[in-house]
C-alpha cells in the first residue's frame, strides 16, 4: 500500500505554498522489486538521500534542495548530522505531463535491515521547490522517530502533525527573511484566527478544506508557536527530543510538549502566553512607534517581576520578586529556573518601554542575577532603591498630566492653530489609507472587512486566488 503525503490543495502566491501532508503511515512490506524509473541515480553530498528516475539535472536538483531542507532544519535546532536511516527519493514523468492530486507521497518500508524511507515526487511542474522541501522536512522528522525505534514496533501508526511541518519551514522562512512581516501583523491585529488548540485539532482532512486565507493564517500561526517553543529556556535541546518522538507519539500534543519543554509545566496557559508574545514581537508592534506610555510600562514592569518556583512539596509557586528569600535555599540550578521567566519578560518589555525605564529594566535584571546567584548582601536596598525610582517617575508623569490639563482649562481660551496644518494632515491620511493593489492583498482586505463585519462583503463575493487544477494520480507501485 502506498503510503502517502494528502494535498494541500490551492497555492497562496510565493508567500505561503501550498504543500502536501501526511496521515497516520503504517509501516508495508517492501515488495520483492521496486520498479524504479531509469537506471541512473544520484547520492546527495552527506549521502542520506539517493535519488533515482527522472532527467539528471532534476536528480541533481532534488539532491540540492533535500540537503537544504536537511541543513535548515538542524540550524534551526542547532544540532549536529546524525542520521541513521537513508531516504530513497523517486522522480516520476517528466516536465509538462498531467499532474496528479498527489504530487508527493512518503511510505515508510521494514524488512530484515530494518526501516527504509521512501518519497515518491511527480515532476509534472518540475522540481517546485517549497513543496519538495515541505516533503523532504517531513521525511527527515520520520527518520528522527525511527532511529530510535525497534522493527517489532513497526505496528505503530507513525504521524507528524500539520503545524509543525508548515510551521518549521515557516519559521526558516522567518530566520531567512524569506517571510512577509504583513501576515504577521494582521494576524495579531485580529486576534489570530487559529489558537493553540485548534492548531493541534486541524487535521489533514481540514487542511485540505482550508481556503487560501485560513492557510495563510495556519501557517503564520504555526510559525509563531515553533519559534516560541525554540526561545523557551533550553528550548533547541527541548525541540531536539521533541522531534525524537513526535512522529510515533498517540497522546495530547499538550502533554508531549510539556514533557520537553518544562517551562510549559508552571501552568496551563504558559503555552499560549508564549506563543501569543511572539506574535507581539514579530507582529504587533512597530519599533519606532509603538512605545508604551509610562502608566502601560508599569503595569507590564510590575507582571514581569515575578517568581516563578517549586516548594518542597513540589507544589508550584509565582510570587512577586519581593518574595526572593523563599528561594535562597534552592540549588543554584532552581534559583536560576525561577527568575528566568522574569529575566524574558523584561527582555521582551525593553524594545516597547517608556525610554526613561530601560536603565531601570536593565538594573533589574542585575538584580534577577545576583538572586539566582545567592549573592543578596545588599539586595533588599536595590529593590527598595529601584522602586522608590519607579514611584518618583509616576508621580511627575501623573503631575504633568495633571498640569495640562490645568493649563488647558484655566489659560487657553482659544486655539493658536499652531497645529492646524498637522491636524488637517492627519485628517487627510486617516481619509486616504494607502492600500496595496497587489492580489494578496486585495483578497487580505476583503476577507479583513468580511471578519470585522464592515461593509456590505460576504464570503461569497470574495474573489478566491486562482487555483490550479488536479489531475491524474500518481503511480502506484
Not at 140 to 149: A, D, F, K, P
Not at 383 to 407: C, Q
Amino acid at each position: 500500500m502506498i503510503i502517502r503525503l494528502l494535498v494541500f490543495g490551492s497555492l497562496l502566491t510565493a508567500l505561503v505554498n501550498a504543500v502536501e501532508i501526511p496521515r497516520a503511515i503504517q509501516i508495508t512490506e517492501p515488495p520483492s522489486q521496486l520498479v524504479i524509473e531509469g537506471t541512473d541515480r544520484v547520492t546527495s553530498s552527506t549521502k542520506q538521500f539517493l535519488i533515482t528516475g527522472g532527467p539528471p539535472q532534476e536528480r541533481a536538483n532534488a539532491a540540492q534542495l533535500a540537503e537544504e531542507a536537511k541543513d535548515e532544519l538542524l540550524r534551526l535546532t542547532e544540532e549536529r548530522d546524525t542520521w541513521k536511516i537513508p531516504i530513497t527519493m523517486i522522480l516520476h514523468g517528466n516536465f509538462g505531463d498531467p499532474m496528479p492530486p498527489r504530487t508527493s507521497a512518503i511510505q515508510i518500508l521494514v524488512n530484515e535491515s530494518g526501516y527504509q524511507l521512501r518519497l515518491d515526487t511527480h515532476l509534472g511542474r518540475g522540481i517546485e521547490h517549497d513543496r519538495f522541501k515541505f516533503a523532504t522536512t517531513a521525511a527527515l522528522i520520520y527518520e528522527r522517530t525511527l532511529r530510535n525505534q525497534l522493527v517489532q514496533d513497526s505496528g505503530i501508526p507513525f504521524y507528524v502533525p500539520p503545524w509543525l511541518i508548515d510551521g518549521l519551514r515557516e519559521a526558516t522562512a522567518w530566520r531567512l527573511a524569506q517571510s512577509d512581516r504583513r501576515l504577521y501583523e494582521a494576524l495579531f491585529k485580529t486576534g489570530g484566527l487559529f489558537k493553540i488548540d485548534e492548531l493541534f485539532a486541524v487535521t489533514a482532512t481540514d487542511f485540505e478544506e482550508m481556503d487560501a486565507a485560513m492557510r495563510a493564517a495556519f501557517r503564520v500561526s504555526s510559525g509563531a508557536l515553533v519559534m516560541a517553543l525554540l526561545q523557551q529556556p533550553l528550548g533547541k535541546e527541548g525541540f531536539r527530543t521533541f522531534l525524537n518522538d513526535v512522529a510515533a507519539y498517540q497522546g495530547e500534543m499538550p502533554s508531549l510538549l510539556r514533557k520537553h519543554f518544562p517551562e510549559l509545566n508552571l501552568s496551563e496557559t504558559s503555552l499560549s502566553k508564549w506563543w501569543a508574545l511572539q506574535l507581539a514581537n514579530i507582529g504587533g508592534q512597530n519599533l519606532a512607534t509603538d512605545i508604551l506610555s509610562i502608566s502601560q510600562t508599569e503595569l507590564l514592569l510590575t507582571d514581569s517581576l515575578r517568581l516563578h518556583f517549586r516548594t518542597q512539596d513540589g507544589i508550584t509557586m509565582q510570587k512577586e520578586l519581593s518574595a526572593w528569600p523563599e528561594i535562597a535555599a534552592l540549588t543554584q540550578a532552581e534559583r536560576t529556573k525561577s527568575v528566568q521567566l522574569a529575566q524574558d519578560s523584561l527582555v521582551r518589555l525593553s524594545y516597547r518601554c517608556f525610554p526613561s525605564y530601560r536603565p531601570i529594566l536593565a538594573e533589574y535584571q542585575i538584580a534577577l542575577s545576583a538572586i539566582s546567584k545567592n549573592k543578596t548582601a545588599n539586595i533588599s536596598n536595590q529593590l527598595a532603591a529601584l522602586a522608590d525610582r519607579r514611584t518618583t517617575m509616576s508621580s511627575k508623569a501623573e503631575r504633568a498630566g495633571d498640569y495640562l490639563d490645568w493649563f488647558e482649562i484655566t489659560r487657553a481660551h482659544e486655539t493658536s492653530g499652531a497645529f492646524d496644518d498637522y491636524m488637517r494632515l492627519k485628517e487627510r491620511l486617516k481619509t486616504n489609507t494607502h492600500r496595496r493593489t497587489d492580489n494578496l492583498s486585495k483578497y487580505l482586505d476583503q476577507m479583513d472587512a468580511v471578519f470585522n463585519r464592515e461593509g456590505d462583503l460576504s464570503p461569497k463575493s470574495i474573489s478566491p486566488i486562482p487555483t490550479n487544477p488536479a489531475i491524474p494520480s500518481l503511480p502506484q507501485h
